[in-house]
């Protein structure tokens, strides 16, 4: 518990303002019919928040493309699994080696 950190907020706004603090686990749960994901996964990569050893959780309401159809972006992940639970799909990504 003593090494571990919750932040409830606004992603874009807290990405952006810890320094060089890089995550283990993220999970993104935004609105789904916002469709603020791929801008979400851009914003880990661009502000280098990610580690190699991370895992980005993105739930959807539907199976869809995370990264919004940018190829440049898509290419910075490694999708790990993509399943359905309950009402609720869930993409599991890895960064690649350019992405950290």
Same mark, same amino acid.
Request: charged content about 30%; proline content about 4%.
């Given at each position: 518990?003593?090494k571990?950190?919750?932040?409830?907020?606004?992603?874009?706004?807290m990405?952006?303002?810890?320094?060089?603090e890089?995550?283990?686990?993220?999970?993104l749960d935004?609105?789904?019919?916002?469709?603020?994901?791929?801008?979400?996964?851009?914003?880990?990569?661009?502000?280098?928040?990610?580690? &190699?050893?991370?895992?980005? +959780?993105?739930?959807? #309401?539907?199976?869809?493309?995370? =990264?919004?159809?940018? *190829?440049s972006? &898509?290419?910075?992940?490694? +999708?790990?699994?993509? #399943?359905?639970?309950?009402?609720? =799909?869930?993409?599991? *990504?890895?960064?690649?080696?350019?992405?950290?």
């Amino acid at each position: 518990a003593s090494k571990c950190k919750i932040n409830l907020c606004d992603s874009n706004a807290m990405i952006g303002k810890l320094g060089e603090e890089k995550f283990d686990i993220i999970f993104l749960d935004p609105p789904y019919a916002m469709k603020l994901i791929p801008g979400v996964l851009k914003k880990l990569v661009e502000c280098r928040r990610l580690k &190699s050893t991370s895992i980005v +959780v993105c739930e959807t #309401a539907e199976e869809c493309d995370v =990264f919004g159809g940018d *190829l440049s972006l &898509s290419d910075k992940f490694t +999708v790990k699994r993509a #399943a359905r639970y309950g009402a609720a =799909f869930v993409t599991i *990504l890895i960064p690649k080696e350019d992405a950290v």
